[in-house]
Nanobody
Framework: QVQLVESGGGLVQAGGSLRLSCAAS????????MGWFRQAPGKEREFVAN????????YYADSVKGRFTISRDNAKNTLYLRMNSLKPEDTAVYYC?????????????????WGQGTQVTVSS
């Protein structure tokens, strides 16, 4: 089992920045690729970014590429998402998730462990 707890969400104006954190406990965090997903009201949960277990490989959705940066600190069992140049359409609940299969996929079905989410609201 892996327990995940997100933090760092909040209300920010368009153009602003936030850094989300995801603290992990339980099974070895450093062995899992990790991902960030988000879900806006009335929409399906969508992929945002993922990162390999080592942190050397990252992948982003086109909608956030160049604005968001995913990173991890395996010594601290923590995953991060730095979000710059935020837009109102980035408003959503953001979730971190762990991929025990090692596939580094965009598919949410391949992530078995999820946090409870943190709300990000971007005002125009």
């Amino acid at each position: 089992q892996v327990q995940l707890v997100e933090s760092g969400g909040g209300l920010v104006q368009a153009g602003g920045s936030l850094r989300l954190s995801c603290a992990a406990s339980g099974r070895t965090f450093s062995s899992f690729p990790m991902g960030w997903f988000r879900q806006a009201p009335g929409k399906e949960r969508e992929f945002v970014a993922n990162i390999s277990w080592s942190g050397r490989t990252t992948y982003y959705a086109d909608s956030v590429k160049g604005r968001f940066t995913i990173s991890r600190d395996n010594a601290k069992n923590t995953l991060y998402l730095r979000m710059n140049s935020l837009k109102p359409e980035d408003t959503a609940v953001y979730y971190c998730a762990a991929d025990p299969y090692g596939l580094e996929s965009e598919r949410k079905a391949l992530y078995d462990y999820w946090g409870q989410g943190t709300q990000v609201t971007v005002s125009s």
